[in-house]
């Protein structure tokens, strides 16, 4: 298995321009989430997906887009690069029951973004 | 917000001694994870502790939980050099908060040869 997987590893982009993050994992878990993280800030959520076809905002969602594409697939979009959103992206997932409680996350190697 | 807060920052240990980190929160939880990451690395889950437990053991860790105090404590025995990471712990609120795990700024070990 490789768990979960992140596309692109770095990124540089100029003020305005657009970009889209991919995430994907193959476990077989409903739920699915995109964190940024900064200097000294933890990690921060910025959505969520509890399952297909649901998404949900997390603690820092202005200036991004979520798509859950399918059960696999979580991606990110910045719609208008901002010097604010230079951090590391990661993307997790984690199972499910039908008790909703919370199992442990699983994360990709992360994404280095830069916006200049 | 952060939820979590961990102490000390930065602890920097010997070979074969003891780490200690702490986290305190705020709210109530329905459980408390903790995290690893070593550098430039995603994050790794190491322990889950839910609120109506005590302690927990997995290998090396001990990570105990004290609900009254919200505070929370990760024991690493015997620290070996691969232990040099960062330490985050996570709490889980519940409730309408579903999906929402909370971060807290994490403790940076570092275990000198």
């Known amino acids: 298995n490789a768990g979960v997987t992140q596309t692109p590893k770095f990124q540089v982009l100029k003020t305005g321009q657009s970009m889209t993050l991919q995430c994907a994992q193959d476990m077989n878990h409903n739920s699915m989430y995109w964190y940024r993280q900064d200097p000294g800030m933890g990690l921060r959520l910025i959505y969520y997906s509890a399952s297909e076809g649901t998404t949900d905002k997390g603690e820092v969602p202005n200036g991004y887009n979520v798509s859950r594409l399918n059960k696999r697939e979580f991606s990110l979009r910045l719609e208008s690069a901002a010097p604010s959103q230079t951090s590391v992206y990661f993307c997790a997932s984690s199972p499910r029951d039908r008790d909703r409680r919370m199992y442990e996350q699983y994360f990709g190697p992360g994404t280095r973004l830069t916006v200049t | 917000s952060q939820q979590g807060e961990e102490d000390p920052q930065a602890l920097s240990i010997q070979e074969g001694e003891n780490a200690t980190m702490n986290c305190s929160y705020k709210t109530s939880i329905n459980n408390l994870q903790w995290y690893r990451q070593n550098s430039g690395r995603g994050l790794v889950h190491l322990i889950l502790?839910?609120?109506?437990?005590r302690e927990k053991h997995s290998g090396r860790l001990r990570v105990t939980l004290d609900t009254s105090k919200k505070s929370s404590s990760l024991l690493i025995t015997a620290s070996r050099a691969a232990d040099t990471a960062s330490y985050f712990c996570a709490t889980y609120a519940g409730g309408t908060s579903y999906g929402k795990l909370t971060f807290g700024q994490g403790t940076i070990l570092t275990v000198h040869p």
């Open positions: 502790i839910r609120s109506n437990e």
